[in-house]
C-alpha cells in the first residue's frame, strides 16, 4: 500500500468521523453502541460492494471506519 492512499484514506476517515460529530453532536457513546453503528454500516457495505457501485462501496467504508475509530479512541481513554 503506498503512503499517498493510506494518508488518503486515514484522512478521509478523520473527516467522516468529524462530520459526523457536526451532524449528530457530539456523543460520548460506549463502545458497544460504536460498534453496533459500525456493523449496521457493514450491511450498507455489502450490499453496496454486491451492487459493484464503488462511489457506494467508498461512502459506506468510510462510514464503517469512522465508528471503529470511534470506539478505539474510547478504548485508548480507558
Request: no cysteine; glycine share 6%.
Amino acid at each position: 500500500m503506498t503512503e499517498n492512499i493510506k494518508n488518503s484514506f486515514l484522512t478521509k476517515v478523520a473527516l467522516q468521523a468529524e462530520t459526523n460529530r457536526l451532524v449528530k453532536g457530539e456523543h460520548d457513546l460506549s463502545m458497544e453502541q460504536w460498534v453496533l453503528i459500525a456493523g449496521e454500516h457493514m450491511g450498507h457495505l455489502f450490499a453496496a460492494v454486491m451492487a459493484s457501485d464503488k462511489d457506494q462501496v467508498e461512502k459506506e467504508l468510510l462510514h464503517v471506519a469512522a465508528p471503529l475509530l470511534e470506539l478505539y479512541q474510547e478504548m485508548v481513554k480507558g
